[in-house]
């Protein structure tokens, strides 16, 4: 199969690389704003500088380049490439959220449905080993039926502080609501844990506590690089982009060469153009720094999701209760306890079996796989088609309005209702 790429960014650069991993697959073109990455395209993939556009529009005229076109462009600009690729006759691999709005998720899956076009939604999080076995382990009926559930979106502080306070999703007007942007992998999860059983209603509480001027000490400068604290505080850029172990977080970004030295990447954040050397309590960022959300299913299950910058490390935690037993488990460790009410209890660690390490838990090579093995005729899961994907958007969409209501309660609308 022939596969395209609108976004060579993180994520884009990252399918490029799983579906290079395989030999039944060919990237045909490649569409980004900054020369630098179509450069890297060339390089690594042996892709012609003619099959390489900076232009959207130049793209697009291109017709139908491939079988499939990879949006992996910010969340705002989803819908318009979406709708443009799926007129043109492409099908989709599509970085959630699918649109900023529900109301533009909606026209998505119309028009796919309409014109028969495939969609993948990058819910990722339903091929990750860790997920897999608890759904399995449920589907067992061994624990009885799932009641409630708690699950948490431990962000850690320098992800909040990279992604939602200096980057990209710091604005959401420019892109999508913190619980869409970040947590619509844990809505999804939810709504797949209680299978047959639709959300009926949410209601949610958050804000922006911490990441403003109000907690801004005394001393500090507008930038790190010229910050008195830049030495001890949590959030200096140069502490955290300077450590190798964190240089990977600079891929993609083109502020400076994540495999310089410590002393060129320095060089390179003491630049008031780069948004990443802001003081983190001076960005005029909106996104929220934690959230809860309660969500009501029609047969009366209920779910608790909390999403927190204030954590040391970036995992997600779940525990669902059931009437004849419990699961527990904590992604970052791959472990998942599984007891039986006055049977058996017993520990899986995951990571003995499956590879875990990489993308999203394993689940972004295994989503890969799913999509190619479509082209190939071969058996498809079909876990995140947009279908399947839509009830997550549904429901973070209620959570938001509910969350700027004061945790007025929502209702949850429907795919066709």
Known sequence: MKYAIIGYGNRGSLYAELFSADKRAELAAVCDLKPVRLGHVQKNYGIAKEKCWLSEEEFFKQGKLADLLVVSTPDAAHY?????????GYDLLLEKPIADSLDRCAEIYELAKKLGRRVFVCHVLRYAPFFATIKRELESGKYGQLITANLTENVAYWHQAHSYVRGNWADTKKSTPMILAKCCHDLDILSWLFGGT???????????????????PAESADYCFECPLKETCAYSCLRFYCNPENR????????????????????????????YTRCVFKCNNDAVDHQVVNLLFENGATAHLTMTAFTDKCYREIHLHCTNGDISGNMESSKITLNVFGGESRTVDVSLTEDTEYGHGGGDAKLVLDVISVYEGGECKGLTSIEESFASHCIGYAAEKSRLKEGAVQKVKRLGK
Do not use: Q
């Open 248 to 275: 990977w977080w600079l891929a993609g970004l083109d502020w400076c060469d994540p495999n310089g030295t410590d002393a060129d990447v320095a060089k390179a954040l003491e630049n008031k153009d780069c948004p």
């Open 198 to 216: 639709e959300c009926e209603s949410v209601s949610s509480y958050g804000s922006l506590s911490f990441f403003n001027r109000a907690h801004a």
């Open 80 to 88: 318009r490439h979406a709708i443009a690729a799926l007129r043109i």
